[in-house]
């Protein structure tokens, strides 16, 4: 009991850290272009679930991990350009719309799943994506261990996160995506349309969505079940919010919840008697204080959850 | 009298559009998997009422459902979109497992208390997202779901710690309540409660909620807030009632489900609860009685659902699908006719100006 904090249990911690960050960091990523543009997508459980199942099946039968992860963002996309076009075209209330895309996505992902592989003994099996111990790097002591030893997936989702930092505060689309968001008749009226960059906003956010489902059951896992996402891409709106729609503070956010589980994991396993539900439940609490932070300085995009029409005043 | 009966047509029609839309949709799926949709949906009529357990059944998974939905409807009605049904139902069960465990007091008056304090809890746990919307603008979207995964850990904590029977083999859950203090069952060989009668009064008490000053206030802050604002009403404070009343009703659910059928605490008590509310309101068009219908008809879907699985093959999963895509036609419906109800009102006022 004295001695399990040693160097071992710490690097392990922090290793597993970083790769249980990854899925929530993607999908927060993906999440914050769908936010900044005004939209408000709750359905990412769902999408998630879905893009899971088909990274799966695409895998398992093409034999090629790749194709797995084309599938799940593809499927991923799909989803969220119904959920694009529910709040965008049809208008309808993004929370309820995000509410039934969560339901349709976990459904459709354990219908299909059963209707082509029926139920079986041992639920059917795919070879996961290996680590890549990154040349010289890996082998530092302790940091190469905890940095240097994933799979291609979880650097890149980092790379990613500064890739996105640059594209939203750097480009002219990320600034036409934050003007829709902020201000869409002033947008319009600069000749930026509306509707195609949230719609452009919203299927980025459900690539990086599938992208992050399709890592849960082929390179997390190696696996599906309907109930794998567990709630990650709820905790990624948190995430989100948390991060004030900043790609790099998402990093920080997600990581959070990734120590929180990772302890939480560790100390059930060699059972600490720490009620680790506390433990669990602090980023949950951490978020909401951070929402009323933000909220008392109306960082949220101005136009959040609100459809646009040129015809209303 | 044919006038009141043509407003019921003309408000259950359109739900009924949509459920058949969403089970014609379902028997596509069924054909599309290679089996019989007739089948399958005799299988599931079968499951939910071919014997009196069954038909008792789909009672009572509708009782929670029904408070639920009816809880999750007052905060609609005010646009506040309150999605952590789910929490609210599982403080609603451990303050009322606390109660009967811990307050040793006699039947009658444990009873008594422990649906006041599920009320209360339930309220409370609502009631913070109101205020923290009312004070801080925090987005109650995020706030109810952040607060249902607290409460949901906090469950788990308690019956993985303070609360656990020491005389339950360490599983995961709480002792199991007195005997005396459990609702009478109604039918032998059946689970339903005399609980479903809490249900009925409460559902008659929302009716008349809808006709009192408070509810009329609610409804009428949910049309935004200047014309709140003109009739005087303090919006902040409505929104902070409404999340309270929103919360305490799932509150009641989980009194309910704890004094008639759980009778203790276990893990994840409240299950997919808080969605399944959020479709019955809807569907039920945030309307008492048609919340009450819908409660009963996503609770034969449910009883049956399982049935049919074991039956035909089909999986249960239909039954979340038929719940999305009815979700998806309500408020493809709803947006539809709230621009066509704007229209309208422009084409009126360029009428007026030309």
């Known amino acids: ?313 | 009298m044919s006038k009141k009966i043509n407003k019921i047509i003309q408000a259950i029609f359109p739900a009924l559009l949509m459920v058949s839309g969403a089970l014609l949709t379902g028997a596509i799926l069924i054909i599309i998997s290679g089996n019989d949709p007739i089948a399958a949906y005799a299988a599931l009529l079968e499951g939910a009422f071919s014997n009196s357990y069954r038909i008792s059944e789909t009672f009572v998974k509708a009782i929670p459902l029904m408070l639920m939905a009816l809880g999750v409807s007052i905060a609609f009605k005010n646009q506040i979109w309150n999605i952590g049904a789910g929490g609210q139902f599982t403080i609603g069960t451990i303050l009322s497992v606390i109660v009967c465990l811990y307050f040793k007091l006699p039947p009658i008056p444990t009873i008594i208390l422990s649906f006041i304090f599920a009320f209360i809890g339930g309220a409370l746990w609502g009631g913070l997202a109101g205020w923290l919307k009312a004070r801080f603008n925090a987005n109650e979207v995020i706030t109810t779901l952040m607060l249902d995964y607290i409460a949901t850990y906090l469950l788990a904590y308690l019956v993985y710690g303070p609360m656990m029977d020491p005389n339950g083999f360490g599983y995961p859950q709480s002792a199991v309540i007195e005997k005396v203090l459990r609702l009478p069952k109604l039918i032998v060989g059946g689970r339903l409660h005399t609980g479903i009668f809490v249900a009925i009064a409460i559902l008659f008490l929302m009716l008349l909620f809808w006709r009192s000053t408070l509810g009329f206030k609610i409804e009428l802050a949910g049309q935004g807030n200047d014309v709140s604002r003109y009739a005087g009403i303090d919006n902040k404070k409505i929104i902070v009632i409404t999340m309270l009343l929103s919360g305490g009703l799932s509150g009641i659910a989980g009194w309910n489900e704890i004094h008639g059928i759980h009778l203790r605490l276990m893990t994840d008590l409240a299950g997919s609860y808080g969605s399944i509310a959020i479709v019955i309101a809807l569907l039920g068009n945030l309307n008492p009685l048609g919340i009450a219908i819908s409660a009963y008809f996503f609770s034969v879907l449910i009883v049956g659902g399982n049935t049919m699985q074991n039956l035909t093959g089909i999986p249960y999963s239909l039954v979340d699908i038929i719940q999305g895509l009815i979700v998806v036609f309500v408020i493809t419906r709803t947006a539809f006719r709230t621009e066509s109800i704007q229209t309208f009102f422009r084409k009126r006022r360029y009428q007026h100006n030309g």
């Open chain 1, 1 to 313: 009991m004295d001695n399990i904090f040693t160097a071992t249990f710490f690097v392990s911690i922090f290793a597993s850290t970083i790769r249980l960050a990854t899925p929530i960091l993607l999908t927060a990523l993906g999440e914050i272009y769908t936010q900044r543009s005004g939209i408000l997508n709750l359905g990412l459980e769902g999408t998630m679930t879905m893009s899971a199942m088909a990274g799966f099946v695409c895998a398992y039968f093409s034999k090629n991990l790749f194709i797995g992860f084309l599938g799940g963002i593809i499927v991923g996309m799909i989803c969220s350009a119904f959920m694009a076009f529910l709040s965008i075209t049809v208008r309808a209330n993004q929370v309820i719309a995000g509410t039934a895309l969560t339901i349709l996505g976990i459904g459709f992902s354990s219908f299909i799943y059963r209707i082509i592989f029926g139920i079986q003994k041992l639920p059917p099996q795919v070879e996961s994506l290996t680590k890549f111990d990154i040349p010289l790097l890996s082998s530092i002591p302790y940091i190469g261990t905890i940095f240097f030893q994933h799979n291609l997936i979880v650097y890149l989702a980092y790379i990613l996160a500064v890739f996105s930092w640059i594209v939203l505060e750097k480009t002219t689309f990320g600034l036409n995506v934050k003007a829709v968001g902020e201000h869409p008749r002033a947008a319009d009226s600069k000749g930026i349309n509306v509707s195609k960059v949230r719609y452009t906003a919203v299927i980025i956010g459900g690539a990086f969505a599938g992208l992050s489902g399709a890592f849960m059951s082929i390179a997390y896992m190696n696996s599906f079940s309907d109930t794998m996402i567990a709630g990650r891409g709820f905790i990624a709106v948190a995430v989100v919010v948390f991060a004030r729609w900043n790609p790099l503070r998402a990093m920080v956010g997600s990581l959070l919840f990734g120590i929180a589980s990772a302890l939480q994991i560790r100390f059930q396993a060699i059972g600490v008697p720490i009620p680790n539900q506390f433990l669990l439940m602090l980023p949950y609490l951490v978020t909401i204080i951070a929402l009323i932070t933000v909220s008392k300085k109306a960082e949220f995009p101005s136009a959040y959850t609100k459809p646009y029409s040129r015809m209303e005043r």
